[in-house]
């Protein structure tokens, strides 16, 4: 069994902060130039190995489900109408048969903590990931190289960020030189603090390979930062039994949450299948 049969995608929350683009569309399925935000995602777990993916969703966007619905009518259209290169298209992001699909629900927004505990009865093995598709990342995928470089305990993607940022994410607190190497261990990590709390300015990223102990601490948490139950703080209440390491990975990760990200995404999305179409 892979390291990452698993992968987990919360993907329940409602993208108010892209209303009116998200009133009938989830934010999960906004296009990043030629593909929906999720595709990256699904994508990149793949690369990773992951065997059975497990979308923690919400009865209100049932567009999410009818995404990743294989649509074989669709398809033989497509080709009886002599539209082959479609069909290819559509065949590439088809998952095969030896993926698992599962769905389940988060009724509330009590968290990315809560979210994740939703998946709990479907993870199998010793460790799984977590991806937050709001955060894509081009060029190298990080999950695989993520992967590959796992040992034990919690690991997160991580990157630099200015320091009036720190409050819009997890930090480090970082027990090695943060300038070297691409796996930084850490003793800690705090949701959201202020720049002058703030224990770095290396910031957590929406991808986590978990060992399965963090269900016991996510059963026992209580609401942190906003009010929500923090994956964040379990992983921090785990830090003390178990290795948690940061992984400076070396894609380019776009906040696809806001406008100004999902532009720029697509953007370097351009660029890169512009790239990929000179090189054939
Ligand atoms: C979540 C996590 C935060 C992390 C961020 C990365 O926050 O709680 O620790 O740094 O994702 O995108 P959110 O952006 O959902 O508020």
Redesign the pocket.
Known sequence: MSVLDTVVFPVAGRGTRLLPLTKSVPKELLPVYDKPVLQFAVEEALAAGAKRLVFVTHASKPAIGDYLRPDDSLTETLRSDGKARLAEALDAITLGRDVEVIFTEQDEPLG?GHAVLMAADHVRGDAFGVI?P??VILGEPCLPEMAAAYDSGHMIAAMDVAAQDVKK??IFRPLTDTSLGRVVRASALV?KPSPEDAPSRL????RYILDTRIFDALRQLSPGAGGEY???DAIAADATSMNLTGYRFSGERHDC?SHAGLLGAANARAAEVTQAVAAE
């Open positions: 990315l937050l709001d955060d994410y997890g949701e910031a957590a990223v929406g923090q994956l964040t949450g």
